[in-house]
């Protein structure tokens, strides 16, 4: 099951997308022709022209990656996964403030601080999590612009904090619902590691407990909840957890820290998917949302495995679900490169130049080529991402890394835009 291709008319216009079936079969008749490669587009020729259904995109962001699925009423027609590089881009920035930090204790040049541009804008984000914004908003206005897209939902928020302290805010249609305890199990299970609190066993059935018991007057709130195993959660009882480790003083001082502990990273994806959510406002297009427990739920309704496509495909309300592609475009972020004008060794020195002429015979660095090798040591046919030599002989990431291609075999199938692609 294959995703389906995506039409535009003579003028550029979205149609409805089509089985992959259906588009080579235009091509073969000469009726369209590749538009792009990346997501998979044809563009047809005059005369020739498709009924158009309205299409609804849905986003599961997350941390690391962000799941993408397209649906036509009931029908799941195109899913994708964006793998974001947040971290390539923390790890780009402490790279560059240890640089700066080694020049100024040599006192050799370095930019002069400027004071003036430290107050920072009241929605402004760290460049790693404002990065998972913008790459997700540019793939959305890219699907919007090559099918016709009158609807978006997003899963707004992963765990409702308010919601967890305070279950009472949306009445008991809420409490006493279908997704009854499914937001509050999925933050402990983040929170307490998918671990027994007190025996730290983990991948076996875990039940909610009161860390002070409520028959002791403790309450339902998040804060004083954890996970225990069966046994645990017998042998505790309705004792304290004082009393219930007196002999284990470390393990006390360990689960006291971790109820206290804040969940950061969730705390961090819930700030980037309100930004998100705001920037998908701006697109004039209704934007409905969901929880991640109404997420888990409707995917263990209908039965689905866990992955980051099928949870968008499971975000907001869901009905029913004709799953008819089950194979991902995987989109990794790899940037458009650096503009330092030399590269460096692990102590800041300068090891090799960077050539100004990005273009080598035509082709730069992140092109994805064909090349058709018939003679010499490596005859055969290469897809991938090519590495620019000024010897004009390249580097192809295929399946494994191929060197020394020239570029005469080398033909363009889809130009630098920031990412790779795989199936």
């Known amino acids: 099951m294959q995703n389906y291709t995506f039409v535009l008319d003579t003028n550029k216009r979205p149609l409805d997308p089509v089985h992959p079936a259906v588009a080579r079969k235009l091509l073969s008749n000469g009726e369209a022709a ?15 022209d498709t009924p158009t259904q309205l299409i609804e995109i849905k986003l599961d962001p997350g941390s690391k990656t962000t799941g993408i699925a397209l649906l036509k009423g009931e029908k799941l027609i195109f899913v994708a996964e964006l793998n974001h590089r947040g971290q390539a881009i923390k790890a780009s920035l402490d790279s560059r403030r240890a640089i700066r930090r080694c020049r100024r204790a040599r006192h050799t040049h370095y930019r002069q601080a400027r004071f003036l541009n430290r107050t ?21 206005n890219k699907f919007i612009r090559f099918a016709p897209v009158n609807s978006i939902a997003m899963e707004l928020v992963r765990f409702d904090f308010q919601q967890l302290e305070k279950p009472e805010i949306s009445g008991v249609e809420y409490q006493q619902g279908e997704l009854l305890g499914y937001d509050i199990r999925e933050y402990l299970l983040n929170k307490w590691d998918r671990k027994c609190t007190y025996c730290k066993t983990e991948n076996i059935p875990l039940q909610v407990e009161h860390i002070h018991p409520k028959a002791k007057g403790g309450s339902n709130r998040i804060s004083n909840l954890c996970l225990a195993c069966e046994k645990c959660n017998l042998k505790k009882g309705t004792q304290d ?12 001082k360990q689960i006291m820290v971790q109820v206290k502990r804040p969940l950061k990273d969730a705390t961090a994806v819930n700030s980037t998917r309100w930004a998100l959510f705001n920037q998908l406002k701006l697109t004039e297009l209704p934007v409905t949302t969901g929880s991640g427990g109404q997420t888990k739920y409707n995917r263990n309704r209908l039965e689905l495995p866990k992955t980051h496509y099928f ?28 503009r330092q004008m030399c590269r460096t060794d692990k102590f800041g020195f300068p090891s090799r130049y960077v050539p100004r002429d990005k273009f080598v015979k035509g082709f730069q660095t992140g092109d994805i080529v064909k090349a058709v090798v018939t003679t010499g040591k490596k005859i055969g046919e290469y897809v991938g991402r090519v590495a620019v030599r000024s010897s004009g002989f390249f580097n ?16 363009i199938i889809h130009r630098k835009d920031g990412y790779s692609y795989q199936f």
Do not use: M
């Open 34 to 48: 590749v538009f792009r490669r990346y997501p998979f587009t044809i563009i047809l020729k005059p005369g020739v």
């Open 120 to 140: 920072r804008p009241k929605s402004w984000l760290a460049p790693s999590l404002k990065h998972r914004v913008d790459t997700t908003l540019t793939w959305v």
């Open 396 to 411: 192809i990431s295929a399946k494994e890394l191929v060197q020394g291609i020239n570029h005469k075999y080398c033909q």
């Open 311 to 338: 949870d968008a495909a499971c975000v907001a309300k869901v009905d029913k679900l004709v799953v008819l592609t089950a194979q991902p475009l995987l989109i990794k972020a790899n940037g458009h490169g650096t």
């Open 241 to 252: 957890i004082k009393d219930f480790l007196s002999k284990k003083p470390d393990l006390l």
